[in-house]
């Protein structure tokens, strides 16, 4: 064996660039979710993947086929290699270059992004959003809605003002034409 050709090989091995050939998402309680790597002529074994929090705290979000990665293998092993997702592609370019700004793009086409120089979060979705909070939710500031709502459950407003079509519907509003007793009211006013 040529011990110099050896130590080459390791070192070579130690950082490798390449893209994810395959992703196995795991099976809970069986497997863990692993990827194999093609790196110029050399396809890995089954790796795992570093991801963002793998703690009490953990995250989801496995890497796809073609994405690039770098392999870390310590001592040049790549059989404990670990493939450390991710590098961007001119075919994979950011949801954004601005830096001052923090987002996350996924395939169908929703865009999460937090504009920190102007302190707005937006969500742009294709679809819908569901919340599911038995302690309730709260808002603070205005809310602006432009679409059809439906609701179900009772309405309670504390102060403030209520108008449908400019008209006060609230609990101060008034009637016009309508003489004491029995009969109902018209329209508020």
Known sequence: MNNAAEILRLIQNIVRLGSI??????????RLPCVRVK??????AWLPWANGRAGETRDWNPPTKGEQVMILSPGGDLANGVAMPSLFQLNHQPPSNDPGKVAREYPDGALFEYDHA??????????SIE???????QWYGNI?????????????????????NGKNTGSDHAHSGIQSGPSNTGGPI
């Open 21 to 30: 050939a395959e992703v196995d998402h795991g099976a809970p309680g069986e």
């Open 131 to 137: 919340i599911h909070a038995p302690g309730g939710t």
């Open 118 to 127: 102007r302190s707005v979060l937006r969500i742009n979705l294709p679809g």
């Open 144 to 164: 602006d809605h432009t679409g059809d709502m439906q609701r179900a459950g009772s309405y309670d407003q504390s102060g403030g003002t209520h108008t449908h």
């Open 39 to 44: 790196s110029g002529e050399l396809l890995t």
